[in-house]
């Protein structure tokens, strides 16, 4: 019998529904769990990333369950966009289900067993939304994933304000719901229930209104799962909340599905595309790109820094995808197949740090309690590995060369560089403004990721719990090498990976990227002589200078070194609370976009015996967007609320009236 | 690279500049010095000063905190390294270097940004009160500039239909004397952009070390002997690359093509001779100049970004 790669996802994601549900079984015994399922779990992961390589380059497989509804079987449809997306998902899971086996050692039974059958449904939730090819398997495997995700996010539920977390996150996942069933809806185009397949969809050629319907729908539902501007709110208060793992699976790899839809519905399921989506997209990219990094760089959690610096980079991604509708709308295939391929290479990229940097700061909670940044520093002596292991993922996300977050990055500006010309010549000026703010915001992750790594790991321990931290486990350190590995070597083969992504621009624009080069070594995205990069050479020639300048300093010097007390200037008395907090480095971003912020601040008086100082930065579209439209729920359920009294005689007086009416007009 | 006959007087040119620019790069310091020493109406400590300073340095012990981390110490190789780099791939005496195919403009502002991100983390190491304020100062300044930077290289690529910056220089000096609109808004952002990135006046002043003005002499504060050598020379390379990206993007007449052995003189010569004047220039102009407040630098930036999105938009509406 031939063996597809779509029967071997369809077993990874048995595999691991059978592994969460032996958790459960398990429960008495959380060793088990911790070094058997979740280990286990990992390879699994990675068996699912060999298999979406292995689809990249085959031709699409169906596969009807004899699952569903009767007569409305489940449709699985593996083809390259789903292939890449699945190896994004095994490659990412595969680090964190290794860490969570350290990570997760902690807990009780109970809660264990419990959470080791979310954490893998979640997964599984994740696989099947990518391998759906009909309206309602999508629908089953979204929600199983959006619910799993909300019991993982409320695990600690005891906490009031995590539960509120997840309570914002059940909403705006199911608003977004909502939205994707209406745009499948409009995509079936009225035909029936047998039109539900993605199949019939792909055939029913639309009018001009109705697939820009779908796609607006699509975007919006699509847009508040993956926290892009204004239906971000839950990202910052659910990524804190939920255990690190889990985190880093729903920033990393969750995130990305979300993209996953939106590409599909936009390149895949609707035969055309209108420049203004582009437009759309490419102004909301821009807009969330620089909001998320703004507030990235004023908070002082780690977690949810990292979690606004998820907001930047999906605001990234969504600049990509724009860029791609538009050059594919004018007919520039060969930049739109550019932006595209940096748009899933920075996917690929934000799913590697992200996760990294995550699961990272979940060793930094275990081993401090803290996730108060301004409670910690001098890390890297206690936990010298997670602090080296950040570094890698600090550096990725800060698109530093030779590491992955350059890659991408660079891509996108070519794309933007490669692109005078569009017919539109209002297109045309929004491409050099678009390329600024892209430029800004990378300088600013910049100086969010300085903080973020300097003010936890770098100076001296504001803390007692941080003079005494100790450093990850070894299941922890596993999974942080592989995750810092795969940032390593995306950043160091990017011809491979072009080479791969190529495959998907094929599936959705027909055409794809050539290197012009023929060496492996050199990206080479449109000629040799425009632009090219060799992230190998870059690297052997920073180390190989690096290496010969000690050997000659050593060799013609000397290599002494003597330890004193720090000079600070000649200033005697000094202690770690003269270093910035998280508040004191993002003090100046907080007086430069002052505006967008709505800061709220408590200074003492200078007579003040004990003063105390409280600043708090909260978003401003939380009190213009979001209460309004929570008082004017209210105020509408209020006036529903003044029909129902609870008396049946009262409803049976409504259905009378009724009864009446609809005689005197019928 | 790899190596065949045709490129061997590539590679040897790549090496000559290598060695050419990590030797010189602190002549040009000092020419700065010495200039400005004159316009204070000083007699000066010569041209040769940094040498003797960083035979000093590096002759003495180096003494670290107590608390000092490992990347503590890896840093001044990694800035040093990057420095040489930046300022070893930008076309000087010759067009066409060939490790300039493996890194073009967007990779240079990478080899900053780089550099600049591992001096910063050194800072907030010892945990000092002045070093985070230096490294906090520092991505201040750099979360503006590098953009204006960038933006500036982009212009001259739009024009050039290339990112690699020998495409870049051989495409201005070969093609007829034209004036571009957009490189006139791009040149004074540059201008900007090098006097902040280089810590001069009015953002920063390399000589002082008084506390609340400093931004790049806080953030070395804890580094000496070897240590601080390879910051100090870094900080001349890293000048120098400027120095040379400006020439190449504006003023870049006169360079060798490559193999030509015998335009190398007059190019070396004509190097030279842009060099003194825009040395001679920088000083005049800090002599001339207040240092600012620091948080009137964003703002002094912010116009050197938007000066620079401006030129680029220029260039996209006159496609000149």
Redesign the interface.
Known sequence: MNILPIDVASGVILLWIVLGLLGLALQRSPRVICSVIFPFGALVSLLLAATGLWALSATPDIAVLPLGLPDLPFHLRLDPLSGFFLALLGGASFGVSLYAAGYFKAMAGEVLGLLCLEYHLFLAGMALVLLADDAYLFMVAWETMALSSYFLVTTDHKIPDIRRAGYLYLLIAHVGAIAILLSFGVMQGGHGVAAYTFDAMRHAHLSGFWSSTAFLLALFGFGAKAGVLPMHVWLPEAHPAAPSPVSALMSGVMLKTAIYGILRVTFDLLHAQVWWWGVLMLTLGLLTAVFGVMFAAVQGDMKRLLAYSSIENIGLLLVGIGLTVTFHVYGKDALAALSLTATLYHSLNHACFKSLLFVGTGSILHATGERNMGRM??L??SMPWV?ALM?VGV?AI????PLNG?VS??LL??A??LS?GLPNSYI??L???A??VI??S???A??V???F???IF???PRGNASAKAHDAGLWERAGMSWLALLCVLLGLAPVFVVQQINHVSQLLLGTQLANAAP?WM?LTPVD???????PV??LL???G??LA??WV?HR???G??????????G?PA?N?R???TAE??G???R??FEPFFKIESELPSPFDVNPKYQGRSEDRLWYLLYLPVRRMTEKLSGWVSLLQHGHIHLYLTYTFVTLVVLLIFV | MMLNMTQVPAVLFQLTQLLLVVLAAPLLTGWVNQCQAWLQNRSGAGILQPYRVLHKLFLKDAVIAYNASWLFRITPYIVFGCMWLAAAIIPIIAVDLPFSRAADVIALVGVFALARMFIALAAMDIGTAFGTLGARREMLVSFLAEPALLMVLFTASMISHSTQLPRIVAAFTQQQFMLYPSLAFAALAFLIVLLAENARIPVDNPSTHLELTMIHEAMILEYSARHLALIEWAASLKLFAYFSIGIALFFPYGIAEVGHWSGLPLAIFLLLLKLLLAGAGLALFEALTAKMRIFRAPEFLGTAFLLAVLGLLIHFLLRA
Do not use: N
């Open positions: 520093g001098g890297i002596h602090a570094l550096l800060s698109g530093m060369p350059f990055e660079w500006l070519q933007f560089l005078p045309d000026m491409v050099p403004v390329a600024a430029a800004l990378a300088a600013l910049a100086y990721m300085v903080k790594y300097g003010v770098l100076g001296q060496s050199l040799t002589e425009r632009a090219s990069y060799s050479y870059f020639a920073v180390l200078v690096m300048t000690v300093v013609y010097y000397h002494r070194l003597r330890s004193a007390p720090a000079w600070d200037c200033f000094q770690a003269m270093q910035d004191g480095f003090q100046p971003i007086r430069i």
